[in-house]
């Protein structure tokens, strides 16, 4: 460590304004580039104090494990699910996340995906497309989004975000989540399928991890009925897929949404046929601005700690 930079890992690639920054600041280890895992943390083990983080790979205790200085894990995104947090609390490893900087562009989206099941916009441009237009006529209708209910599991920033875009489309807000919230007006439902049943729409932006695993199953699909649109903003591992797969194809629900899969970036082939269903490449976030703001605060967070100063958005 000559130059006298910390030694941090970077574990996936990362865009180019974060990536030629963090290398500017840090000496950077990538990790999805070593051929040989083993060399590379018996390399890392004694100089690595930090890592930046991103995407679904595990950073769990045997990752911790081989990084016995580790001080500091700062993710590229505000969900942190793939980090063992009673790994790192035990460790004593600060997790840092990006809040705020990206609620605005997730919420567009999650609303955009809203509109692109029940208008049918995905449908349409493959209708367009295929040339259908003009051999097979006008599109089947769709479903209009004023006077409906819109069914929130997790209102945190972002849902919250969400709740008040639909608001302006006429729509009205239900929400899930661990506790009714007293600072807001909208009706709580204590359980999934109580809100499935209560709601036209049903917009997931909760947190991943075990606490939400298969939130949304059968029973749940079942409660939102036929005429029913699930929305997916939040993480693959909160639905059960197989569940979604049987729902979509028996009809036990109208349509999905879905920014984020269970084993990405490997979508079920089921769905892919599907006219009723949309499918995007988790890019909720995915806009130059929010991804900026991302990679700034990712590692402002690095920059904090290794200052001696307190990280900006801890998680722990
Ligand atoms: C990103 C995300 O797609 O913030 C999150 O939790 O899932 C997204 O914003 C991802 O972290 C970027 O790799």
């Known amino acids: 460590m ?8 970077q574990t996936v690639p990362m865009p180019a304004f974060a990536a030629e920054r963090l290398a500017e600041l840090f000496t950077v280890h990538h990790l999805w580039q070593a051929d040989d895992a083993d060399r590379f943390f018996a390399d890392a083990r004694d100089r690595v104090r930090g ?8 950073l769990d205790r045997a990752f911790m494990d081989k990084l016995p200085k580790l001080e500091i894990i700062a993710n590229f995104a505000v969900g942190v699910d793939a980090v063992d ?29 809203v509109i692109a099941v029940m208008r049918r916009v995905a449908q349409g441009d493959r209708y367009v497309r295929a040339g259908r237009w003009a051999t097979k006529g006008d599109l089947m209708l769709a479903t209009s989004l004023k006077g409906k209910t819109l069914g929130i599991v997790g209102l945190g920033r972002i849902g919250k975000a969400l709740a008040r875009r639909a608001e302006a489309f006429g729509m009205t807000i239900v929400y899930h989540g661990r506790n009714p919230q007293a600072e807001v007006d909208y009706a709580y439902q204590a359980t999934p399928a109580a809100l499935a049943a209560a709601c036209d729409c049903l917009v997931l932006t909760c947190p991943g991890g075990a606490g939400t695993h298969h939130l949304v199953d059968a029973d749940v699909l079942r409660a939102l009925g036929p005429n029913g649109f699930l929305v997916n903003a939040a993480r693959g591992s909160v639905v059960d897929e197989a569940a979604l797969i049987a729902a979509l194809t028996d009809g036990v629900i109208a349509g999905a949404a879905l920014d984020v899969f269970a084993d990405e970036p490997h979508v079920p082939a ?15 976030s995915a806009t130059y601005e929010t991804r900026k703001a991302m990679g700034d605060l990712m590692i402002d967070n690095l920059v904090a700690h290794f200052a001696g100063d307190p990280p900006l958005t801890p998680v722990i």
């Not at 890592?51 to 595990?58: H, I, Y």
């Open 85 to 113: 947090l009673d790994a790192a609390r035990e460790k004593k490893v600060i997790v840092t996340n990006t809040p705020d900087v990206l609620t605005d562009c997730v919420a567009d989206f999650a609303m955009g995906m």
């Open 2 to 9: 000559s130059d006298g930079k910390v030694d941090v890992i």
């Open 51 to 58: 890592v930046a983080a991103s995407g679904p790979g595990p």
């Open 270 to 284: 089921a769905l892919l046929p599907m006219e009723n269903v949309v499918l995007q490449p988790h890019q909720a």
